[in-house]
């Protein structure tokens, strides 16, 4: 607690370059870009959506937060500490405080161990005495909202829903402030991801908890998130208050991704902006597109695009953007500004969104 | 027990009273009970449901692709005037390798890694429509100018398909391909032999939503060209709702609602079917139901009456009792719920936002239900 007027965790210009070995003598002849100068800070108490499509490198954020790879530049603060490359006494010290969540609520339970056992292994490892182990166990299901009965049952009992409740339990116990959680409801059927959403809210309006949320699901940060970043290609391209990357997409791959998301109600229809499908596909991050990396797709964009790179800034002290078109120097860059650059919409209705 | 379904004008495929039970140690699962379904010709139909409720199962009954035993499969299936089901193996793969085409939900399972991308859509532009050639047939094509002929198809469709530079990807193997392209070479193969009937199991929901987005337009340019009939399989209620022109709802291996598209998303009438609607988040910004409690019914030993009953917030005694009928409320929609009943005043049936109002907070803890 050395400054209380610092946010939780606080990322700045954090890098993670993968060596790429080839030839006899395994010399390092080039980098995967995972994670390419990526910013970002969270609040306590509230909850950073990361979204981005595959191989954007949302988990490779997440994984080096939590110091299970190494970054290659830039630093993580926890709670005004540098854990940037943690000492492993650090490491020990930080995983009672932030935990992780995957995807896959499967893998991530010991498929010969019962739930009761699983859930003891994080109480153990913090001292708790044999004697109140089933208590707390059960105090921990009890939050995730299962009953007692699923003490003695094993992990393919249960379906992809329950399973993920144990992983969250299981990352409660050692009553951690910081989660992780990498696209934890992915891999589930819409009402069941509705329930682990809406525990995940009471979770942390009970205990105050901060979320790192990742998710390739933009439409499901909308009531959920304070705050929402876009990556692409190792890279954020805008990230702002929740409520305003959905009304106001500013960089055009927000938009991309927003019009892409099939809804079910013409009213949404209307939120979403002129649907332009996007061309090709995502870039190899080993072969990162010079200028704006998003160029290759982009449907604005220009010559200055593929020579020059974007800076990241806020637009109208709202969300910071990657991209030139909010550039004044740029102006002259895009004969025809598309409409995408009105980033202040005066009116505030949903008609002012359905065309760009 | 035989349901009437609100079937399509001038029908290609019907399905009626499909039954598919599987034999295990621990008995039958009755899986699909009962499912009644057609497609018209040049119409694209969807079903849609959750995981496990049986869409996989009702499309491989159709493609004979589930082994007898342990699966039992009755009913009646017709394609265009032919009963399926009475065909022999080979009479069947026949009429399918000419006629009917499937699009998988795993691209790379589908295509074979030891082979180039030319080489196995070129031997299916070739032999696709007749696999049981003679050796001496089969080499005589695949060694002359047919064998030219069917390679000058296979990239007309690679290009048709808007594959990127198609000539270097017949040359490529599958795993060098990239998820989105393993699915266009997939729907080029599926449309080689010109077939009439185009099935596709969850096409493009793992990929991403840009490369996703892309494919359902592609599709949608196919089906326009091609005068394609399709059955859509999607657990993408968004999804349905783009592509196709009719949808049936499952649940519980039950046809539970079917409506044209437009009526379906409007004015959804099963319980089941709002609940989902409503566990999907909103781009408005509106509360998001908190999801369904409990979970699809044990095959082994399903509920005997209406199957979502153990979940649904308006069960009754009655709907516990028996299977509830398939009331028709208009042209090509049915609802199979109690509250449809001519007998049930108007007043009494459930809208979304009141399904919705039930599933938003929860008034006392649940345990387990997932
Ligand atoms: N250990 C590693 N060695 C080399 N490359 C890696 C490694 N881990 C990740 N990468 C690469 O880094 C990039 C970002 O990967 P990452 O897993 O962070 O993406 P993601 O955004 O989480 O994607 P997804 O949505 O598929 O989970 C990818 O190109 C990936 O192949
Ligand atoms: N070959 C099989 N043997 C036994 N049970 C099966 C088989 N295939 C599917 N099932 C069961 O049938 C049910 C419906 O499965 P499926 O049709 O694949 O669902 P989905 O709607 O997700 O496509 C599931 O409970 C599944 O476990
Ligand atoms: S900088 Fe150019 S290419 Fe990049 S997002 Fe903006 S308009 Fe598109
Ligand atoms: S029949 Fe009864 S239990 Fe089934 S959906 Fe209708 S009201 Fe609910
Ligand atoms: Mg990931
Ligand atoms: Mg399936």
């Known amino acids: 607690m050395t400054d209380v007027s610092e946010p939780l965790l606080v990322v700045d210009d954090l890098e993670k370059y993968f060596p790429v070995k080839s030839g006899i003598i395994k010399r390092t002849s080039d980098h995967v870009k995972a994670v390419d100068g990526v910013s970002f800070d969270i609040e306590r108490g509230e909850t950073l959506a990361l979204i981005g499509e595959s191989g954007s490198g949302k988990s490779t954020v997440a994984r080096t937060i939590i110091g299970l790879t190494g970054a290659t530049g830039g630093t993580v603060r926890f709670d005004g500490e540098d854990i940037t490359n943690a000492t492993d006494e650090q490491l020990a010290r930080l995983r009672s405080r932030v935990q992780m969540v995957f995807q896959d609520p499967t893998s991530s339970l010991n498929p010969r161990r019962t739930i009761g056992k699983s859930l003891a292994v994080p109480l153990k490892a913090r001292g708790v005495p044999k004697s109140d182990l089933r208590e707390r166990v059960v105090d921990l299901l009890e939050r995730v909202e299962l009953n007692d009965e699923y003490w003695n049952k094993y992990p393919h009992e249960l379906s992809g829903g329950q399973k993920q409740r144990v992983n969250i339990a299981r990352a409660l116990a050692v009553e951690p402030e910081l989660l992780l959680l990498d696209e934890p409801t992915s891999a589930l059927d819409v009402s069941v991801q509705a329930k682990i959403i809406a525990l995940l809210e009471d979770l942390q309006a009970e205990f105050g908890l901060t979320y790192l949320f990742i998710t390739h699901d933009l439409s499901l940060v909308r009531n959920f998130a304070d705050e929402t970043a876009v990556m692409y290609l190792g890279e954020i391209q805008e990230r702002g208050p929740t409520q305003e990357v959905f009304q106001r997409p500013r960089h055009p791959y927000s938009r991309a991704l927003l019009s892409a998301i099939p809804v079910t109600t013409d009213e949404e229809e209307a939120y979403k902006p002129r649907h332009e499908p996007l061309r090709g596909e995502i870039p190899s991050p080993r072969d990162v597109p010079t200028g704006c990396r998003f160029h290759t797709r982009c449907p604005y964009a220009t010559d200055a695009c593929s020579a020059d790179e974007p800076q990241f800034v806020a637009v109208d002290a709202g969300p910071s953007v990657r991209c030139h078109i909010y550039d004044e120097a740029y102006a002259d860059a895009f004969d025809d500004v598309p409409e995408v650059a009105v980033a202040a919409v005066a009116d505030e209705t949903v008609a002012s969104n359905q065309e760009p | ?370």
Do not use: W
């Open chain 2, 1 to 370: 027990m035989r349901l009437d379904e609100p079937v399509a004008e001038n029908p290609l495929l019907t399905v009626e009273d499909l039954e598919v039970g599987f034999e295990s140690f621990d008995g039958l699962a009755e899986v699909i009970d009962g499912v009644n379904l057609s497609i018209g010709k040049g119409e694209v139909v969807t079903i849609a449901g959750e995981t496990g409720c049986g869409k996989s199962v009702t499309m491989k009954s159709i493609l004979r692709l589930l082994n007898q035993p342990p699966a039992r499969v009755s009913g009646e299936i017709t394609f265009d005037g032919t009963e399926l089901l009475s065909l022999s193996d080979r009479e069947f793969e026949r009429v399918k390798g000419q006629r009917m085409s499937l699009v998988f939900q795993d691209p790379m399972s589908s295509l074979n890694p030891t082979f180039t991308i030319g080489e196995q859509l070129t031997d299916t532009a070739q032999f696709g429509g007749d696999s049981d050639t003679g050796v001496v047939e089969f080499f005589r094509r695949r060694f002359s100018g047919e064998r030219d002929e069917a390679r000058e198809r296979v990239l007309e469709m690679l290009r048709e398909v808007q594959m990127p530079d198609p000539e270097n990807i017949m040359d490529s193997y599958p795993s060098q391909l990239s998820g989105g392209m393993r699915q266009r070479a997939l729907i080029a193969q599926a449309l080689l032999n010109e077939p009439d009937l185009l099935i596709a199991d969850e096409i493009g929901t793992a990929l991403d939503v840009t490369i996703h987005d892309q494919i359902l337009d592609l599709l949608k340019d196919l089906i326009e060209n091609h005068d394609l009939s399709v059955l859509m399989i999607t657990h993408n209620l968004g999804v349905a709702r783009q592509v196709s022109d009719r949808v049936y709802v499952m649940y519980g291996g039950r046809i539970v609602e079917t409506a044209p598209t437009e009526e379906l998303f409007e004015n959804p009438k099963h319980p089941y079917t709002q609940g989902l609607i409503a566990s999907i988040p909103r781009l408005t910004g509106d509360e998001m139901a908190t999801g369904i409690d409990g979970s699809i019914p044990e095959y082994l030993d399903p509920p005997p009456g209406c199957r979502f009953a153990p979940r649904c917030p308006y069960a009754t005694a009655e709907c516990e009792e028996a299977r509830p009928e398939m009331y028709e409320r208009g042209p090509q929609t049915g609802v199979e719920c109690v509250l449809y009943d001519e007998a049930v005043p108007a007043s009494e049936r459930p809208t979304v936002e009141e399904t919705r109002s039930h599933m938003t907070r929860r008034p006392g803890k649940q345990t387990g239900g997932d």
